[in-house]
Structures are given as structure tokens and as C-alpha cells.
């Protein structure tokens, strides 16, 4: 039993929140350091983007993409930084918030792309590789299986996807019949 000031707690949380040194998309021989950010880091990002909506006078209606760019940019902002300072606040990667706002379409979206693939590597829930997800769906079958809750939703999606196409392939695959059919000869006893 533990708690949240457990060391092995602490140390799991550093690893995660540790900077991963990761090329700069687009661009050879520079790297960029990309970490987790601690859940209080997101929320300050999305409180950020909200006011920096308010502060544009966008009309969300209008634009209703907008505030989910925004806290991109917040996140990627906060997530990047300098990849060669092991500080345990090292210096971000670009100036402000501002510099994130500069760059081009494809290059936010291939550093999100990085932040995404990140928290995914780091994520303690659970993604199967195909064999492991048939096995899951096998004993799935069988009854009850636990952990379930420790899978990735893309995990969950592939095996619903799996199951639903095992069942569509029986509900196609005729099924032998014990009574003979109609094009079979049927013998008659001689009475």
C-alpha cells in the first residue's frame, strides 16, 4: 500500500514529466525537448486559450475551431523546451506563446503529432498489439476479463472492431445443416 508521497509514486511522475530530446519536424540537426505536463500545466493552457479568445473578440460561432487551435499552441508552448537543459525547469523551446502562434500549419500539427505520441508512450493504460488483442477478444469471448479499464480507447475501438467483425463472418458463413437439403438425395426404406 502507498500514497501519493510514496517515493516509487514520485519517481514514476519525474519519469513522465522527465524532457525526451526529439527531432524538430522539418528540420535536421535540431532537436527540441518535448515532456508531459502535469495536469494544474493543462489547465493553466486552456485557461490561457480561453482568455487569449476573449482578448481576439473571436466569434466561436463563426470560427469554431479556434479555441481548440489555441490550446494546441498553449500546450505545445508549455511542452517544448530546450532539450539540452536537465534542469527541473528547463527553458522552453520557443520565446513565448507568441512564437507558437508564428509557425505554419503542418509544423503545428507535426509538433502535435510529437506531444500526442509523447503522452502515449508515457500513458500507463495499455495499448495490445494485434496478437495480444486476439487473445483479449478470445477470452473476451469466454466471459469476463479484468483490466480492461488499463486498455487505451484505441485499444477498446480495435476490439470492439475485432469482435464485431467476427460475428458479422459467422452471421455470413452458412451453417451445416443436419437435415438434408434439397438438392441432396434423401433415402427412402423399402417397406
Known sequence: MGTFNDERVREMLRGRLAVKPVPFPGLEGVDIG??????????????????????QRVDLDVDTGFLDREIQRQLIWRSTSDPSDESKD?????????????LDPPTIAALWALYVEHQEHISPVRTLDKQELKEMVDALGKGPVAG???????????????????IRERSLTPKPSTSPSASEPVQVADR
Open 34 to 55: 518535448i515532456r508531459a505536463l502535469a495536469d494544474a500545466e493543462v489547465d493553466s493552457a486552456r485557461v490561457r486559450a480561453t482568455q487569449y479568445v476573449k482578448e
Open 148 to 166: 480492461l479499464i488499463h486498455l487505451s480507447p484505441a485499444t477498446l475501438r480495435a476490439c470492439v472492431h475485432s469482435m464485431a467483425s467476427a
Open 90 to 102: 528547463p527553458a522552453p523551446f520557443f520565446g513565448s506563446d507568441k512564437d507558437v502562434r508564428r
